[in-house]
């Protein structure tokens, strides 16, 4: 008889991405039990169009009235409005963090992140009314507009 020992294979949970649906809080490979449970992120969308149209409704500037604005192209006080949102986002939300997020349909978006799977810590931030608020007001959202999970698309960024 051979002295041999059972290796069990790790499987990995099917999540759903791009649901409100809340993930059970990670597993990593090598723990104990057949079922390796994913990393997922949650957060709220944005994109470029998002930030000019928050720049223009919530940050006056000058580039309408100012003579040497009305030289410069539209792209690119378009992108400096843009780049003006990200800041004041940022700064209202103390630098959160954000993701490069893959959505149910395969397409990629930036996602500012709200919390995670990862621990039972960032699972409470993904549901805490206080900081769900928080993020509702620096991003002009409606309070009823609920956080989804995703999938990472590609690298976090902190």
């Known amino acids: 008889m051979s002295d041999t020992t059972t290796v069990e294979v790790q499987r990995r949970m099917q999540l759903a991405t791009d649901t409100t649906e809340v993930p059970p809080v990670q597993k990593k490979r090598g723990c104990e039990g057949p079922i390796w449970i994913p990393l997922r992120v949650c957060g709220f969308l944005y994109t470029y169009e998002d930030l000019v149209a928050y720049a ?21 006080i378009r992108d400096c409005r843009r780049q003006t949102a990200l800041r004041h986002i940022k700064k209202l939300l103390n630098k959160p963090h954000y993701a490069v997020v893959r959505l149910a349909n395969g397409d990629i978006e930036t996602c500012m992140l709200v919390g995670s799977n990862y ?4 699972l409470s931030n993904a549901s805490d009314p206080a900081v769900l608020d928080k993020f509702r007001k620096a991003l002009d959202l409606d309070s009823s507009r609920q956080p989804r999970w995703y999938r990472l698309g590609r ?4």
Do not use: G, M, T, Y
């Open 119 to 122: 621990d039972e810590k960032d």
């Open 56 to 76: 223009e409704k919530n940050l006056p500037d000058d580039f309408d009235v100012d003579a040497k604005a009305k030289k410069r192209s539209i792209s690119l």
């Open 155 to 158: 690298e976090v960024h902190w």
